[in-house]
């Protein structure tokens, strides 16, 4: 996969397309490490919402890496 800008994801789930993996991880990580806006992370997970999320794209939001820092570690 090429390098994906933020931006370019949130229009892929405009058009209601899903996300793979590696787009998914992406945008969680993008998400998680301070790396996007609020206005990009409430327009994420509206678009999100509206399209449906599918089992590949919740399975990449939970990936190991993010969840130890979730954890605060």
């Known amino acids: ?3 994906p800008s ?3 994801l949130l229009k892929k789930l405009q ?6 993996s590696e787009e998914a ?3 969680m990580h993008e998400i998680m490490h301070g790396n996007a806006m609020q206005p990009e992370m409430a327009s994420f ?3 999100l ?7 590949e794209e919740i399975t990449a939001f939970a990936s190991p ?3 130890f ?3 605060g570690f």
């Open 69 to 71: 820092i979730w954890s």
């Open 1 to 3: 996969m090429q390098d």
């Open 49 to 55: 919402k509206e399209k449906g999320e599918t089992v």
């Open 15 to 20: 058009s209601k397309k899903d996300l793979n």
């Open 25 to 27: 991880g992406f945008c």
């Open 65 to 67: 890496e993010d969840i």
């Open 6 to 8: 933020f931006e370019s």
């Open 45 to 47: 997970l509206t678009l």
